[in-house]
């Protein structure tokens, strides 16, 4: 193969076999690269702009499985990349080819971009012949690794540690959340530092979420197919390096990891923790007729799960083309070596893994106790940190929501699926809805895990928004290019008269009605709440439930669009998670039961018919019931210690009837009058309206009530009447900071 010419010996020394990656040590810098199948590997350097080989140097040490070699008069800044050799025997599962440029699985940064080449790939990609060997270099089209000195001020940084039971996930995209931001100034809409901008983190901070996740800033790879519709990887779930911030979201993108820094610093203080969502479970390097980019070149057959039985194909439990071998002990280091980066030297609070089922499957298939997720929970770093599975893959039994172990909470889609059949009106979803409403007990009551292991969510990046629920029966994705054939067709969704945009004032109503209804129900429900951003402003993708390609106004949060119906919904978001705050009957560590506890007399949650009595188990199976009273009882037991709580008792009303029901208020000890803190019916700002125990409320057909008892006094704790006058001043807050929340709308 022509190239630069060897450097015999040289100036290279042995080095150490760690750690693995590119590291600066101040006088130079030590390679080491994980092969445990290759013959020989090659450090490449390249100029300063990355597009000339100027050196080539043999790694001169062979450890462990590991090449390595160091190289003093290296710098950070020095570009580079491996060619590994080895066999090509690609139904042996082994595909080195030296004539591929490979970037480090470590490389804390990359530079320049992918152009899709033949080059790429390391058969022959136009004859389809994978077993086929390709002499072309790929160095002129691939991505080079870059030496980075990873000193950074932080200041007085600390991390918020957010208390599980208290946490808000928002969930984000770093471009569009700020790409037509009108008060972030141009040059940083769509970066790192936009999204850390003073207006970004005031809205954020008064809105009252906690937590923003991120969808994936790993490097990641833009997709040939796309490209040649004219479209873009927008989501990101395409990661070519573990280590790499994508350049794509700094505003000066050599050095995208000190901008993310910066973002994390700033998040972190106005008091929101970083969520990263990352995807370990495949790369972008697809199945055998995909491109030679980094970890194919540099050991497939470790890197990937190949068919035991016929090893030039991959496993494909992604759906993605690759799975990732986690199983394999350099495979789990790398992987968690990974994400002690991220939690440590770029500071973020916790991950949220991307099919992650795939992240608990050994060879045999998932297990709760397998090596990543055990690792997880002994890691001194990883266990102090966020740990959030998208708890499905493609794979056979992939579908594991509950099945993860203790100290991972999980995205129920169960709450989503549930929550909005019952909005919808559909039959026999009552007891559906009251295990959703009480921390889905069902699924995750076991081996002393909490209501907070379940992560609510009405709507993710993935599917209808908010407003696009009760706005469209049918996905409308033709924009991405397939014909509306991609994304899922079971939205669960109901457009009430007209598909899509109207100005029938009418229909429009009972819209922002309906996600009133669901915002206050994912709110008020245990677990730990997730908030899809721009749902809180009835943001729309035009139907599309499928937008991963669409980096454009579909995606974008269009802040300029918010009129007056809108704003209030927002005003209306932000009051309900000032109460959600104001209320810790809403986040108790305890999943609730319905028995009568006869020591402390006292239930901690009853189920009423709207006539005030208890729920039988023929209403429960009614299969045409719609609503439903809900009273969360203050004075039950709070934590294993036993004794009476002392926290203000809550009533709900829920009537997805489309008509008017009549709602008997019950009666319970320690008070007689009920006070009325939401009615979904009424979007404006509300007074704390009275009522007394007996009397007939008119529940709005689609409506939902919050009502909280205010204690009579007497034999009343101390504790109680602390616990209410608390929710009142949170609610006369939320009456008054509607108006400072709306000053850091756009307007």
Not at 27 to 42: D, Q, R
Not at 107 to 128: D, Q, T
Request: aromatic content about 12%.
């Amino acid at each position: 193969m022509a190239g630069p010419h060897v450097m015999q010996r040289a100036r290279i020394r042995e080095g150490q076999p760690f750690p693995l990656g590119a590291t600066w040590d101040g006088l130079g810098v030590n390679f080491a690269l994980f092969s445990a199948h290759a013959t020989k590997v090659e450090l490449c350097l390249f100029d300063d702009a990355g597009e000339t080989e100027i050196e080539r140097i043999p790694l001169p040490e062979y450890t462990n499985e590991i090449w390595h070699g160091y190289l003093p008069d290296a710098r950070p800044g020095t570009i580079y990349g491996y060619r590994v050799h080895g066999p090509y025997e690609p139904e042996a599962g082994h595909r080195f080819n030296p004539n591929k440029l490979l970037i480090d699985p470590y490389a804390k940064a990359l530079v320049g971009s992918i152009e899709w080449n033949p080059a790429l790939f390391g058969y022959r990609m136009e004859s389809g012949d994978d077993l086929s060997f390709d002499e072309r270099d790929s160095a002129p089209y691939i991505r080079k690794s870059r030496v980075i000195d990873p000193a950074f001020t932080w200041g007085r940084d600390q991390k918020p540690n957010v208390p599980w039971d208290k946490t808000i996930i928002y969930e984000a995209h770093v471009k569009g959340f700020t790409k037509r931001h009108p008060a972030v100034p141009e040059r940083l809409r769509g970066t790192y530092a936009g999204l850390g901008s003073p207006a970004v983190l005031d809205y954020i901070r008064s809105l009252g979420v906690t937590s923003v996740e991120l969808l994936p800033v790993h490097s990641f790879v833009q997709d040939d197919y796309l490209r040649q519709k004219d479209l873009w990887n927008y989501w990101g779930y395409n990661t070519i390096s573990f280590f790499a911030p994508a350049r794509r979201y700094a505003a000066v993108p050599d050095f995208a990891f000190s901008e993310f820094k910066e973002m994390v610093a700033r998040l972190h203080g106005a008091g929101l923790e970083v969520i990263l969502d990352v995807v370990y479970n495949h790369t972008a390097e697809g199945n055998e007729r995909g491109p030679t980019l980094s970890f194919k070149g540099i050991d497939n057959a470790s890197y990937y799960r190949l068919l035991p039985d016929q090893k030039r194909y991959y496993i494909n439990d992604t759906g993605t083309g690759n799975t990732f071998n986690l199983s394999h002990p350099r495979v789990l280091q790398l992987v968690t070596d990974s994400l002690r980066y991220w939690a440590t030297e770029m500071r973020v609070d916790g991950f949220r893994f991307d099919l992650a089922t795939i992240l608990g499957r050994e060879s045999y298939g998932f297990d709760e106790g397998g090596g990543f997720l055990d690792t997880c929970l002994q890691d001194p770093v990883l266990n102090s940190v966020k740990l959030i599975a998208e708890p499905w893959d493609c794979g056979p039994g992939g579908y594991q929501v509950g099945g993860f172990p203790p100290g991972w909470a999980e995205w129920n889609d169960r709450f989503r699926d549930d929550v909005r059949a019952y909005w919808r009106g559909d039959d026999g979803l009552l007891p559906d809805l009251a295990a959703r409403l009480t921390g889905s007990a069902d699924k995750f009551n076991k081996r002393g895990r909490k209501p907070w292991a379940s992560v609510n969510f009405i709507t993710a990046h993935d599917g209808f928004t908010l407003a696009d629920t009760v706005s469209y029966n049918d996905k409308h994705n033709e924009a991405n290019g397939e014909d509306n054939r991609d994304g899922h067709s079971h939205n669960l969704s109901y457009n009430y008269g007209v598909e899509g945009p109207t100005a029938d004032a009418g229909i429009r109503a009972v819209r922002f009605r309906q996600m009133r209804n669901l915002l206050a129900t994912l709110f008020l429900s245990r677990g730990t709440p997730m908030l899809l951003a721009g749902d809180e402003f009835a943001r729309t993708q035009q139907g599309n439930n499928n937008a991963y390609c669409q980096d454009n106004a579909i995606s974008w949060l269009d802040w300029e669009a918010i009129g007056p119906e809108e704003r209030d919904l927002a005003e209306f978001t932000q009051r309900l998670i000032l109460l959600r705050k104001a209320l810790p009957i809403l986040v108790r560590g305890r999943f609730l039961t319905g028995r009568y506890d006869e020591e402390l007399g006292v239930k901690d949650v009853a189920w009423l018919t709207p006539d005030g009595t208890e729920m039988t188990p023929e209403h429960w199976s009614d299969g045409h019931a719609r609503s439903l009273a809900v009273l969360l009882d203050g004075r039950a037991q709070e934590t294993g210690i036993k004794q009476q709580g002392s926290e203000a008792t809550l009533l709900l009303l829920v009537n997805a009837y489309h008509d008017v029901v009549r709602f008997r208020l019950p009666k319970t000890a320690g008070g007689h009058e009920w006070v009325r803190l939401i009615d979904t019916n009424l979007p404006e700002t509300q007074d704390a309206a009275s009522l007394t125990a007996g009397d007939i409320y008119d529940v709005t057909g689609r409506s939902m009530l919050v009502l909280v008892l205010r204690p009579d006094g007497g034999e009343a704790s101390s504790g109680v009447e602390h616990s209410f006058t608390h929710v009142m001043q949170a609610f006369e807050r939320a009456n008054a900071e509607h108006v400072a929340f709306g000053s850091v709308l756009p307007s």
